[in-house]
């Protein structure tokens, strides 16, 4: 018999640091000519993915070894196949709205209190404003002065008796007061004229907002808003989210409500 050959004398490999280290022993070759010694390991002695781990590549290009999410094949930081619409973790519901980016900082908390109020289509303040305008100005007319009649026709008596004594510096003050007793009349007409016609315009106006109101109320009785519509619709799908845990199922009651929308002709 020839002599067994001799096996290959492996030399002390050399580690980044300068020093030696002991050459691994392999193991002999299993059945299918590979290592025994492999496993459940990959290529390079990498462990490759098991049951229940990612297995995506990661930064060093190894088999990521973190659990999967319950539902994907893939761990949280891998993601794998992200659900879409209302399955995803970030689905909005668009409630926010275009305008406040561009608003000005005093408006901003009167347009959010605004979008926030359910009666924001109601006109039952505008005419609660009207009607206090209303009162406002009928308690003027009331509070107002009548034009000074009776003194008008005493400056004038006063007037004519001095024409008639023909007293020069007489004749200067009782015209003086004669005049300032008339045209403080007309004034006082005039303020009651214009506050008769503010009076006239605000009801007219107050008319046409409750006339107004009374339609939207009639309306409303009748049929249920769009926006009705769609706050029930997006409750729904936040129901849904909240309750169906399987991403496809949620895409799928997605589609569906989306084909119930009305189309846009």
Request: some cysteine.
């Amino acid at each position: 018999m020839s002599p067994a050959p001799h096996e290959p004398q492996h030399e002390p490999s050399v580690g980044p640091d300068g020093r030696t280290e002991p050459h691994t022993q392999k193991s002999p070759a299993g059945p299918g000519g590979e290592s025994s010694s492999m496993g459940s390991r990959g290529l390079h002695g990498v462990a490759g993915p098991s049951p229940g781990v990612c297995g995506a590549k990661n930064r060093q290009g190894n088999p990521c070894q973190k659990p999967v999410v319950p539902g994907r094949t893939r761990c949280r930081l891998h993601g794998g196949a992200s659900p879409c619409g209302v399955a995803a973790s970030n689905f909005k519901t668009g409630r926010h709205s275009k305008y406040l980016k561009d608003l000005p900082a005093a408006w901003r908390k009167g347009y959010k209190s605004a979008l926030s109020d359910p009666q924001l289509t109601s006109l039952k303040e505008e005419l609660a404003v009207l009607t206090a305008a209303i009162g406002e100005r009928l308690a003027r007319l009331k509070g107002g002065s009548e034009p000074p009649w009776e003194e008008a026709a005493k400056a004038l008596d006063a007037f004519q008796a001095a024409i008639t004594s023909k007293d020069a510096e007489r004749f200067r003050i009782t015209l003086a007061v004669l005049e300032g007793v008339v045209r403080g009349g007309a004034a006082s007409r005039t303020c009651r004229q214009a506050a008769r016609r503010e009076v006239r315009a605000l009801i007219q106006e107050r008319a046409k907002v409750a006339a107004a109101e009374a339609r939207r109320l009639a309306v409303l009785r009748c049929m249920v808003t769009v926006e009705q519509a769609l706050q029930l619709w997006q409750a729904l799908l936040m129901a849904a989210k909240e309750i169906v845990t399987d991403p496809d199922q949620l895409r799928r009651l997605q589609d569906r409500a989306l084909q119930l929308l009305p189309s846009d002709n």
